[in-house]
């Protein structure tokens, strides 16, 4: 095994052998292992061991023997303990769930503070095919068919391509000792379960199961990979960038074979989970939507829009006192009051207002329900939400609409409309520019 360590290295990895390295090490065999075969290779490493306290005494234990390990072996040595039950029930997670999050957010401020490239973790290939089954028991897309990747991100798993047999074998043969965790005997936990019956089942009926299944995740890979060229291809013909996010051509895809697909690849990394309601949008009514936890999918007319799902406390209200000369509204833009003496009403993006006019401060807010304005040169009210349907406002840019009001009275649909009350008469000296950029 060391020799074949080696060449991954060599191979695959060459540039840990001039990085600076933290290896994540439990105590269990695996982990031992990885170190010593760092060691061995003269890597430049530290050893990282986060102590969950799930197991009283034995986990106190477990720290210990690392921290042994690390002076053994004569490299730096840091230890994290955590409270997992309680962050596990604050964020309503499970315990394996929970010492995951706060294993990998240890290991990122970790390596951020003390300058580690990479992170490297003892995961194998019968890892690799828990997380398989896991992941095929509960329901998944192809890529979770994948199980664990070599490399993702800063994490690296050097050790995915040989089985827990041969790593317990070359314990074996150096004198390796380790630390067994208990947990690890019960049934109580669905990996636990995998391990314990369905893997000895099958392969009972595969000996070769470990090999057949590294070809299996290669044919997977490769037809991912086909299917990520053949969407980079249709991409462009499908999405165009929105002024509130993106827009997905609903003809086009009424077109293509497969459009459940398509719709499943093109948006699976925004949190989407319910196909069946997105493939509807298609041929749903305008407004109709489905959320994620952070996106929106919304149907307008012609096209599907994905926006991110704003925060409520961003509907805030500005005030305008008399002399103000700018407000920033954020994600917006920004007004800019000027006083001027002749007025242009070509003027982009701008409207003039005689002051005698305005009562301030100016309230600047969103719309709501039942405003109204009178059109610049028209006598009647027109409804806003009447008005966004005549100018066919998607529903994010009516939500974007932001309204300047003097009093009661609209003054402006900021960058779209002037209200006709507000207009320079004949006579008006003191004169206000209000612009939008």
Aim: aromatic share 10%.
């Amino acid at each position: 095994m060391e020799k074949a360590f080696k060449k991954i290295i060599k191979e695959e990895y060459p540039f840990l052998c001039t990085s600076k390295l933290l290896i994540a090490v439990s105590g269990g065999v695996d982990s031992v292992v990885l170190a010593h075969l760092c060691k061995i290779s003269k890597m430049e490493f530290a050893i990282a061991h986060c102590n969950f306290n799930l197991r009283n005494e034995e986990s106190d234990a477990d720290e210990a023997f690392v921290k042994q390990l690390a002076e053994n072996l004569e490299v730096p040595f840091y230890s994290q303990s955590f409270n997992t039950m309680k962050f596990a029930d604050n964020a309503g997670i499970s315990i394996q769930m929970a010492a995951r999050e706060l294993r990998y957010s240890w290991f990122a401020e970790l390596s951020n503070s003390m300058e580690f490239d990479y992170t490297l973790t003892a995961h194998h290939a019968n890892d690799n095919l828990e997380t398989f089954l896991i992941n095929l028991i509960r329901g998944t897309g192809p890529e979770g068919l994948l199980g664990i990747k070599d490399i993702h991100h800063q994490v690296i798993r050097p050790l995915i391509r040989f089985s827990r047999v041969e790593i317990e074998e070359f314990a074996r043969l150096k004198g390796l000792h380790w630390r067994e965790d208990s947990s690890n005997a019960s049934d109580k936990y669905m990996r636990n379960k995998i391990r314990h019956h369905m893997v000895p089942l099958m392969q009972e009926l595969n000996p070769q199961l470990l090999e057949s299944f590294a070809k299996t995740q290669q044919h997977l890979n490769e037809n991912i990979d086909l299917v990520e060229d053949y969407m980079s291809l249709l991409y462009p013909k499908i999405i165009s960038r929105d002024v509130f996010g993106y827009a997905l051509d609903v003809a086009f895809l009424k077109k293509l074979p497969n459009s459940r697909q398509i719709l499943y690849q093109l948006l699976k990394s925004f949190g989407f989970n319910e196909w069946n309601d997105v493939h509807d949008l298609l041929d749903a009514q305008t407004g109709k939507m489905v959320l994620s936890e952070s996106h929106r999918l919304i149907k307008d007319r012609d096209r599907l829009l994905l926006t991110e799902i704003q925060d409520e406390t961003m509907n805030t209200e500005y005030h305008l006192e008399k002399g103000d000369e700018f407000v920033m509204i954020p994600d917006f833009g920004a007004l800019h009051l000027t006083e001027v003496e002749n007025f242009d009403r070509t003027a982009p993006n701008s409207i003039f207002v005689p002051v005698r006019k305005l009562q301030f401060p100016l309230l600047i807010r969103k719309w709501k329900e039942g405003d109204y304005f009178i059109p610049f040169g028209m006598k009647g009210k027109k409804k806003l939400s009447d008005y966004f349907k005549d100018e066919k406002f998607s529903l994010p840019q009516k939500e974007q609409t932001w309204l300047l009001f003097s009093g009661e009275e609209l003054v402006w649909i900021i960058n779209e409309r002037a209200d006709n009350r507000f207009a320079v008469e004949k006579g008006d000296r003191e004169i206000l520019k209000i612009s939008f950029s």
